[in-house]
């Protein structure tokens, strides 16, 4: 196992085919984790993070981070900044936190959650679950079933790719009769349908009619 860590400027930090500790402190930093379980943070600074083989942790840190995940299942967290975040192979987490983010599970059952601001989420193949947060996010689960969450106050949201009959919107803390009558007060705009969830929350479903729209598409 390597302990590495970067200085105030920008390092190249490599670790081994072991489960290693790297740190890249601050600067624009690029970091390879290669093979085994490595736990990577970026630090401060732009930072390109890519994790390899093995079941890596990687946190970017301040700044505006790329973090790539590579085989296994891989956790990602790109916090401070706007951030770009891949899965790639294996079943994978990611979570944006501040910033406007770019998060892609890749393939495997991913979940993804963009935390603050206005994030864009792709599912990629695979049975995801994708969770925008706080701010106007735009979803795309891709291929397999996949599953949107919404909670009051995640703003106005959008999915792209909706699959009636396959995909399903999880509503947190809504009942059965809540749910209906969300369903019921859904509209069509033009080629898509909006539902209400209160005064701050909607979901945008893209290339869909109000008619197809029922309660087999949601959880609760």
Request: aromatic residues 6%; glycine residues 20%; negative net charge.
């Amino acid at each position: 196992m390597a302990r590495k860590t970067g200085t105030d400027k920008a390092d190249s930090i490599f670790g081994t085919s072991l489960s290693d500790w790297l740190a890249g402190l601050r600067g624009d930093d690029l970091i390879r984790g290669y093979a085994g379980n490595d736990d990577i943070y970026g630090g401060d600074g732009n930072d390109t993070v890519y994790g390899g083989l093995g079941r890596d942790d990687i946190e970017g840190g301040r700044g505006n981070d790329r973090l790539f995940g590579g085989d296994g299942n891989d956790d990602l967290e790109g916090n401070d900044g706007h951030d770009r975040l891949s899965g790639e192979a294996g079943n994978d987490e990611l979570e944006g936190g501040r910033g406007f983010d770019w998060l892609s599970g890749g393939s495997g059952n991913d979940d993804l959650e963009g935390d603050r601001g206005n994030d864009t989420l792709l599912g990629g193949a695979g049975r995801d679950t994708l969770e925008g947060g706080a701010g106007n996010d735009i979803l795309t689960g891709g291929a397999g079933v996949d599953f949107f969450e919404f909670e009051r106050g995640d703003g106005r949201d959008r999915i792209t790719d909706f699959q009636n009959g396959v995909d399903r919107i999880e509503l947190d803390d809504f009942s059965r009769a809540q749910v209906s009558q969300i369903i019921n007060g859904a509209r069509q705009q033009g080629s898509d349908v909006v539902i209400v969830l209160d005064a701050n929350t909607s979901i945008t479903l893209e290339d869909m009619q109000r008619g197809q729209l029922d309660l087999s598409d949601f959880t609760f």
